[in-house]
């Protein structure tokens, strides 16, 4: 009983069934739900996933995509899947990690944007990858994006993140659809403006239609990139995400996880874990417990 209350909230003990049993037992080991399980145990795995790929085998890494698609935008020895597919000129392979959400963009370390699968493919003119790569980066950025080439876009956020702000306020002025513009990983300059904690840019912009709301990449918010952004270890870094979280929630931006414990609000962390709706994200910095050490006030 201690085991379904703490991984299935809201189970009706009368009517409990052999579902409910399997995604108990699912997320007990980490996975959303049962088909996921089952597919880890079947072996649809990262390693194996990659060994598809090397070998060529669509029709199988199409089937174990289907199953886990989450597994496209992993990496495996410091490259990432991607990687393999461009550098074997499996175009057919690129084009199905790209329909699960591989990134193009996203280099080996330490020469990260360098080394990407775009790139490669780029300088070793396979043009057929690229192609395929830029059709699908163009998908991503959405209509709102219409008439903004992925590479504005990229340089606006670039310009905000890298303190610019009056230079990326002249750029939007003189074109506004940069305003609404989206990356090919899904940032707004919204979001760029709240990772930096840049309260004066994201009045701005909300002023002018920004979406506060908006989803870039693994679901992310403007409100979540604010509190993502504050692991930079600066000892002002509460009193600085206050006010940019304060204007986001005021713009209508719902509250998140992340947002909530970088905030310190245990109320709301508390009403959620009570009704078994908490997410534990965890990425490459850490998780919601890394979160709140990162933003707790002097």
């Not at 059709?135 to 709102?144: F, K, L, S, V, Y």
Request: negative net charge.
């Amino acid at each position: 009983m201690a085991e379904v209350s703490g991984h299935y909230h809201d189970a009706s003990q009368a009517g409990f069934a052999l579902h409910d049993t399997q995604l108990v037992i699912a997320r007990a080991y980490g996975f959303s739900s049962w088909p996921r399980l089952k597919a880890y145990v079947d072996g649809v795995t990262l390693r194996r996933l990659d060994d598809a790929i090397k070998a060529g085998d669509l029709a199988r890494v199409r089937a174990m995509l289907h199953a886990r698609p989450e597994l496209a935008a992993l990496e495996i020895d410091n490259h990432s899947l991607l990687h393999h597919a461009v550098l074997s000129r499996a175009a057919e392979m690129v084009q199905l990690l790209l329909e699960y959400g591989a990134e193009a963009r996203h280099g080996l370390y330490p020469h990260h944007e360098a080394t990407s699968p775009l790139a490669i493919a780029t300088a070793r003119g396979y043009l057929e990858i690229v192609t395929i790569i830029e059709a699908a980066e163009h998908r991503r950025c959405g209509p709102e994006s219409a008439g903004v080439a992925a590479d504005e876009a990229e340089d606006l956020f670039r310009a905000i993140v890298t303190g610019d702000a009056p230079g990326a306020i002249d750029r939007m002025e003189r074109r506004p659809a940069l305003i609404h513009a989206i990356t090919v990983e899904g940032w707004t300059a919204l979001h760029a403006a709240a990772f930096v904690l840049h309260d004066l840019l994201c009045a701005w912009l909300l002023a002018r239609g920004a979406d506060p709301n908006r989803p870039g990449r693994h679901g992310l918010t403007p409100l979540d990139a604010a509190a993502t952004g504050t692991w930079r270890g600066r000892s002002d870094v509460h009193q600085r995400l206050l006010p940019v979280a304060t204007r986001l929630l005021g713009h209508g931006a719902a509250m998140t996880a992340r947002a909530a414990v970088a905030l310190g609000d245990t109320a709301w962390v508390s009403a959620r874990h009570a009704e078994g709706e908490l997410p534990g994200p965890v990425d490459g910095i850490g998780g919601l417990l890394r979160r709140g050490g990162d933003t707790r006030p002097p």
